[in-house]
């Protein structure tokens, strides 16, 4: 019995120790005094011109034996002609399977995935990106490979109807996920299908396009003085410079010029236009048209987006709708910057519990006004200013995102210092610049809403929001296929 | 510049990242890199010097995951996992004392709603809705205290990037990037964590992954398959229900069965914690001593007893869904580090790696019957015996029995034919490649190393595991092939394009 007892007082002596140094150890952050300094220096790529004019970008890389190549050529789906909707995605993929002259798209296959090495081709709106990456010791059969496929593609019929057959089958499970549904219609009545940014590729724009029209897409957008040529890895800017001079040095310039796109025009209403889905969420982007490019209200913007619904859980709509009431699993938005000159998209996109959906959208609406009747408060605007600022150094944590980074901005006209100003941009913004940027650049009474669900799981009519047009998801499907 | 996340999130495949074939050069650089204790409590630390940028990944993982579930609480790994996020007694409130009354009155009143809740349509409603007020009315006066997502703003404060979680069948992960200046303030907020998560705003977080099982699981084609197909794979091991559980189980789970899960897995003997980056090991030690080694050991987390029985026929499951049709076959096989998972995973990588595999040229290229097909060596987990699996979506007008038809041919090729020398050299190369770009981030790195040590116990494994990749001869593929690759061993489950509704 004693003996126990001794036994037990010992191990409460123990635990009582532990207790005692986890308290020494253990307090709030905020006891825990400041950090050491952080010691940083910002890093550029280097830059050099090709005797044929291709802008090259370089970062060396030692750490692994490993080199990569990303290429931007200027142009993309904005600029397609009317009637052509898909020409750029279809023949920059092409590009890349199609084989060149010499070789069939096969036999790159073959010989690139037995080296581990890649070779890939896409296009975006404004961009067709070519990128390449391979171990050092294969790096000059990779860069003669990706100069052949850039300047000698062969655009085989076998392989347009492959990413034909492809596109159309992804065009088919396109409505498959109510979100991206959601996603897709909101991006055509925010921007309006005439426009070059609002319309999409259909089955019958995809199904009419040629070896022709992929050929001459090729002729008029891949030119030496349209090019801008990024390479990162294990070599020196001499050794760098010769790889690409050989590769890339005899390839003639020719005139580029890229047709002028009609700028979105603003026809947010407040209307509401609900597919109808048996699904059990409420899906909704809601919005309107943004900002453009490198706008003088940039950073004010930034950070009021960080308030309002950034992409942590400090921002006040996820704060709200998620961690407060449960009502989805995340939600986030902002005001967004478009392509150079154009407008972006103003819009907050969620998955909403359906037994409470008019509330959580009224509570939306509810924050937005908020943003623009109140300043934000000073602990907001200063977590957030200190996490941009703080987190800055990020940007600079791989060589390969170094150089990505610098090519979009520099492609995108971006000021020269824009990243040596910008933690002095974010600390000029006051909370009176964010209240002017919510009033200027957001209003709830006239973003439109695209909801896709079951609208009799709600808790009110979707009316009860304002003026509900709805769209026939079945019909839009059925369309697609007759052609 | 921005992208938006979906934070604290399901892993919805682990599959276990091949190893390498790497040259011995590379193998031998990471040796050295890599510097590893297990301190006195059990928790193994895992730490990589990469003087880059002076930032740092950090990513500590305990061995639980949807495995160790039982029904009834399936989906609690995950739902703990966002609980994780709450705070302690520390962070998170402006007074503790004050606070805990109330919480404890919650955990009463929440745990009879929830017992009601779950009885479905004989629920007593005017119970219900008088428990569900008295709850609201608790935690209306609980806010009073909580200061809301204090970790996040802690981290956001100095810079934090990425922080997250992700729960798996066979462990839990939590995540954060910092700048290097930060190793202090993450040692004091993890152990703070570890010690002791408070559960706050418990029933408000349940209903946020009542919406994530929708949203991720409900409205998706492909993750409901996936769960049907495991469900009939495994009759009796727990592989056989998703990760982020039933959604009668996501309804019902009191918090106090939550801390039970807590207590029993999230010991320090039960984790490891790696961080690769700019860090000096020399001043990282001390910091970890001080803030992780004083946590107390906890009993050794129980053992699973369920064995998965032979699967002794054919399973097949097919279900109408509004989207378009997707297919997925397994077969029940040996996980890590049997010679047949080795083998396995060459066999998927000549099947389906890549523009030159197997299913892609003639599936998709040549005959043009799929838009997709994967071959994979490591589903749903790979604690346990696992399953060889094929998922593929037949393009119009092909079906999914045409698609399926056409795997199964392959299947019997490998059987009957032995894999060529240069399809197998074409996987090593690609392994040796794969195994060098592991290297290339802080996160990738932390991440591979942490799995290994946590699912297997040595982290160097990851560097062994590539001579069993690296000897696989094509007879072993045939053995395996023809072994495993049975049609009583076999699980197949269809979606269809729902017919037409008004």
Known sequence: ????????????????????????????????????????KMTKPAMFTLSNGIQCFFMEDKELPLISLEGLFKGGSLYEPAGKSGLAALAGQVLRSGGTKTLTGDQI????????????????????????????????????????????PEFRQDKIDLARNQTLESMRRRWDQPMQVAGMLFNEKVYGPGSPFGRRATPASIQALTREDLIAFHNANYAPNNFYLGICGDL??????????????????????????????????????????????????????????????????????????????????????????????????????????????????????AAKFVEAVETVKGIIKDMQANPVTDEEISTSKNSLINSFVFRFEDKGQILSQYM???????????????????????????????????????????????????????????????????????????? | ??????????????????????????????????????????????????????????????????????????????????????????????????????????????????????????????????????????????????????????????????????????????????????????????????????????????????????????ASPARLLSEMFMGAAFIAHPYNHSVVGWASDINSVTLEEAQAFKSKYYTPNNCVLAIAGDIDPEKAWPLIEKYFGDIPRGEDPPVLRTVEPKQLGERRVRYEFDAEPQLMIGYHKPNFPAKDDAAASVLASILSSGRTSRLYKDLVQDKQLALNVFAGAGSPGARYPNLFTFNASPRFPHTVDEVEKAILDHVEKVKNE?????????????????????????????????????????????????????????????????????????????LIKKAKTS
Request: aromatic share 8%.
């Open chain 2, 418 to 494: 032995p894999v060529s020398e240069r399809e197998l050299q074409k996987v090593k190369n690609s392994l040796e490649a794969q195994y060098i770009r592991s290297m290339s981030s802080n996160m990738g790195l932390a991440m591979t190393l942490c799995r290994y040590q946590l699912l297997f116990g040595d982290w160097k494994l990851y560097l062994k595991y590539k001579d069993t990749l690296a000897a696989i001869t094509a007879q072993d593929v045939m053995n395996f092939a023809k072994t495993t690759l049975t049609a009583e061993n076999r699980t197949v489950a269809q």
């Open chain 2, 1 to 218: 510049m921005k992208t938006f996340r979906m934070f604290r999130f399901v892993f919805c495949l682990v599959v276990l990242g091949f190893a390498a074939s790497a040259g011995p050069l590379a193998a031998q650089n990471l040796e050295e890199k890599v510097h590893a204790r297990t301190l006195k409590n059990g928790m193994a630390v895992l730490l990589v010097e990469r003087h880059g940028a002076p930032v740092f990944s950090t990513i500590y993982g305990f061995k639980v995951g949807s495995v160790d579930e039982v029904p009834g609480i399936t989906g609690t790994a995950h739902l703990f996992e966002h609980m994780a996020f709450k705070g302690t007694p520390r962070i998170g409130t402006t007074d503790f004392a004050k606070e805990k009354p109330i919480m404890d009155e919650i955990d009463r009143v929440g745990r009879e709603w929830s017992l009601e809740l779950v009885k479905g349509d004989r629920a007593d409603k005017d119970k219900l809705a008088r428990l569900r007020a008295d709850l609201s009315k608790l935690e209306a006066e609980q806010q009073k205290y909580i200061v809301k997502d204090e970790i996040d703003v802690i981290y956001s404060n100095v810079g934090g990037t990425g922080l997250n979680a992700g729960t798996g069948t066979d462990q839990t992960m939590y995540i954060i990037s910092l700048p290097s200046n930060q190793l202090e303030l993450f040692c004091l907020v993890e152990s703070e964590r570890i010690r002791n998560t408070v559960l706050r705003e418990f029933y408000t977080e349940r209903s946020v992954i009542q919406e994530e099982r929708k949203q991720t699981t409900e």
């Open chain 1, 109 to 152: 296959n073959e010989e690139l995935e037995f080296i581990a090495a890649s070779i890939e081709s896409y296009s975006g709106r404004r961009y067709m990106t070519v990128s390449g990456d391979s171990l050092k010791k294969d790096f000059d059969r990779l860069v003669t490979l990706y100069a052949d496929i850039i300047m000698n």
């Open chain 1, 236 to 353: 020196t800017m001499a050794e760098a410079k010769a790889a690409l001079e050989k590769a890339f040095g005899k390839w003639p310039k020719k005139k580029v010029t890229l047709p002028e796109v009609a700028s979105p025009v603003e026809t947010a209403d407040g209307t509401i236009y609900h597919a109808a889905k048996d699904t059990p969420q409420g899906n909704v982007y809601m919005g309107h048209l943004g900002i453009p490019q490198n706008s003088p209200d940039q950073f004010k913007v930034e950070l009021m987006n960080e308030i309002m619904g950034g992409g942590s859980f400090t921002a006040r709509l996820m704060k709200e709708l998620r961690s407060n009431r449960g009502l989805t699993y995340g939600i986030y938005g902002g005001v967004g910057e478009g392509s150079g000159k154009h407008r972006g998209v103003f819009q907050i996109g969620s998955q909403l519990k």
């Open chain 1, 408 to 483: 979009s901005l520099k492609l995108d006209g971006y000021p020269e210092n824009y990243l040596e100003t910008y933690i002095d941009n974010i600390r000029k913004v006051t909370k009176a610049d964010i209240q002017d940027a919510a009033r200027k650049y957001m209003d709830p009474a006239k973003m439109i809403l695209v909801v896709v669900g079951d609208d009799k799981l709600f808790d009110k009519p979707l009316s009860t929001l304002g003026k509900v047009v709805p769209v026939d998801l079945k019909a839009l499907q059925e369309a697609e296929k007759a052609k």
């Open chain 1, 1 to 40: 019995m004693t003996k126990r007892k001794s036994v037990r007082i010992l191990a409460l002596g123990l635990v009582g120790a532990s207790l005692a140094l986890a308290a020494a150890a253990q307090k709030h952050p905020r006891d825990l005094g400041p950090a050491p300094e952080l010691k940083f």
